[in-house]
RNA sequence: GGCAUCGUGGCCGAGCGGCUAGGCAGAGCUCUGCAAAAGCUUGUACAACGGUUCGAAUCCGUUCGAUGCCUCCA
């Protein structure tokens, strides 16, 4: 019997727009597609904040007991500046600026990606695989599409035919648009444009003779679309329906509706049963964008180096001020908020190491460890509340202190259940780590401080309270602060 | 302009018809030589105005405000 089976979890899909209780294809198994970067530049909180909720999103679909095929890609071509015919392809555009070979852009961005991912302790998909990678099977792609006749080929760039599809089909159906609106929105724009209406997009373009990121095909020299790699790799690694389709909301449109648009005119059904989509990270109230230069660089917040933090903080103090918020709804960064979140996080460290050495009892006084599991699970199963699940994990936090200070009992049994637990929702599910040791500290500095500590001891023996406060404030003064506990004297250095 | 979403106590952020999370800050207490740190206790807020209902922050309508998408963006 596995975990799934005895809990039950509801997703909101975007699809419906309802909250829906999650059956996969495969009982057992759980096919997961989300986009990932188009690698051009660093990534930015923002877009960390996405591949953070799905990672924890994979997480928890596997504590859940599934078998969680997780593909997430790198969009290393194909992505254009817009879709014009003068669009240019955002890697070929920076190797241009760069004077440098398009792949090295590629690889730059990709070995940051994955660095700063790491850093925020993501899980790394099943896998990730490129656009430039699958170029056959997205020229097959386009060739099947053509055949349905929802494509159409211009001076060897081939089109998707939007009107035509949605003649048959539901164009605007994910993002609740209808394509009679947007036609009467149009504007009348530059008419040097291949493409029989604006609302269609491209599946293959044509390559200048400038353009460095070419591949033969059927109708020449050229480079996929955006939208089509993901199609393509979607189907080759998880069939023609699977069960969720992740991105951002920003992709909801056009991106995702060109995907169920190409997968319905290339293989008859709708290609996802859950498409799932996260929120935006705001900064000063605005969306973190790339083009508008309104974003934060994950460095600029590990090393303090930023003209909105007050200090540095730690991957993890970051994911769980991410996770303190629904992934669904939009989250404001701001040094107040990551401020309260630091305090927090380190308060719930810190009841987690005192876990550890909590005395047990008998019995086991008004801390009912298996209801308050179900409501940890509840709030997860809840379309992944990560906030209540954090609540209740301060309800613990504040049993453990009850126990420790002997206001309030704990069973053997009880203590290890509420062990494993914790850790696995706070370490596995949530994917927080504990705080390193002291970083910045060495044996020698240890030593010194210690060494203080003792003296400043003597002279609190002595009553020689004006030596002892010096000692206190001076090292305050350093940023070495001395916390007097019933087991003596520890310190922290900020 | 079109289509959406959102507006919760000092701040962040859940909840989305009755039982009214949580974190931070503030206040009080415990501890302490005094502090700090830590711990405990404490908060009836839901943009405005109407309406539905026995009952609304939660549903409906209007107004105001913010944001997102409609061109590239996680």
Redesign the pocket.
């Known amino acids: 019997m596995q975990l799934y089976d005895q809990q039950t979890l509801k997703v909101t899909n975007s699809l419906t727009?309802k909250k829906e209780v999650f059956k996969p294809i495969k009982d057992g198994y759980v096919g997961m597609y989300v986009?990932?970067?188009?690698v051009y530049s660093n990534v930015?909180l923002?877009?960390c904040?996405?591949?953070m909720s799905f990672d924890m999103i994979f997480r928890y679909l596997k504590h859940l007991g599934f078998k969680v095929r997780y593909v997430r890609n790198i969009?290393d071509a194909g992505?254009?500046?817009?879709?014009a015919d003068e669009?240019e392809d955002?890697i070929a555009k920076k190797a241009k600026l760069e004077q440098i070979e398009p792949m090295e852009v590629v690889q730059r961005y990709t070995v940051d990606f994955h660095e700063t991912l790491q850093k925020f302790n993501l899980l790394p998909p099943s896998i990730e695989p490129t656009a430039t990678g699958h170029i056959i099977e997205q020229i097959e792609i386009i060739k099947s599409i053509l055949e349905k006749g929802f494509a159409y080929e211009v001076n060897g760039s081939v089109y998707f035919d939007v009107v035509k599809f949605n003649a048959t089909n539901d164009y605007g159906k994910l993002?609740?648009?209808k394509l009679e609106?947007?036609i009467a929105?149009?504007r009348e724009l530059t008419a040097q444009d291949d493409k029989r209406n604006?609302q269609d997009f491209a599946l293959w373009k044509k390559a200048e003779p400038q353009h460095i990121m070419r591949w033969p095909s059927p109708w020449g020299d050229g480079f996929p679309g955006?939208h089509l790699e993901c199609t393509a790799m979607s189907t080759k690694y998880l069939g023609e329906t699977f069960d969720i389709h992740g991105?951002?909301?920003?992709?909801?449109?056009?991106?995702h509706e060109c995907e169920i648009a190409q997968a319905e005119a290339c293989n008859n059904t709708s290609p996802v049963n859950y498409w799932l989509h996260?929120n935006?990270?705001?900064l000063n109230?605005?969306?973190?964008?790339?083009?508008?230069d309104n974003?934060i660089y994950p460095s600029e917040i590990f090393n303090g180096n930023n003209t909105i933090l007050s200090k540095a903080f730690s991957p993890s103090v970051v994911r769980f001020?991410m996770m303190?918020?629904?992934y669904t709804?939009?989250?404001?960064l701001?040094d107040?908020?990551l401020?309260?979140?630091e305090?927090?996080y380190?308060?719930l460290m810190?009841?987690i190491k005192n876990l550890e050495s909590l005395p047990t009892a008998q019995n086991t006084t008004n801390f009912n460890v298996e209801a308050w599991k179900q409501e940890c699970y509840d709030a997860m199963n809840?379309?992944f509340?990560t906030?209540?699940l954090?609540?209740k994990l301060?309800?613990a936090?504040?049993r453990i202190?009850?126990i420790?200070?002997g206001?309030e009992t704990i069973s053997e049994a009880d203590k290890k259940k509420l062990t494993n637990l914790v850790a696995s929702f706070t370490f596995d599910v949530l994917g927080l780590e504990e705080q390193q040791a002291t970083e910045g500290s060495s044996n020698a500095l240890d030593g010194v401080v210690n060494l203080l500590i003792n003296l400043r001891n003597e002279a609190?023996a002595n009553k020689d309270?004006a030596t002892?406060?010096k000692i206190?404030d001076e090292l305050?003064a350093m940023g070495i602060?001395?916390?007097?506990?019933?087991d003596g004297t520890t310190f922290s250095i900020n």
């Open positions: 727009g986009c990932g970067p188009t930015h923002g877009n904040r996405t591949f969009t992505h254009l500046e817009n879709d669009g955002k993002s609740g648009r609106d947007m929105n149009t604006p955006w991105g951002g909301m920003d992709l909801k449109f056009p991106h996260a935006m990270l705001t109230g605005k969306k973190m964008s790339k083009s508008t974003n001020f303190q918020a629904h709804s939009i989250l404001d701001s107040e908020a401020l309260a979140s305090k927090g380190q308060k810190e009841a809840d379309d509340n906030p209540i954090i609540a301060f309800d936090v504040k202190n009850l420790k200070d206001k609190r309270f002892s406060d206190r305050l602060q001395l916390k007097d506990g019933k």
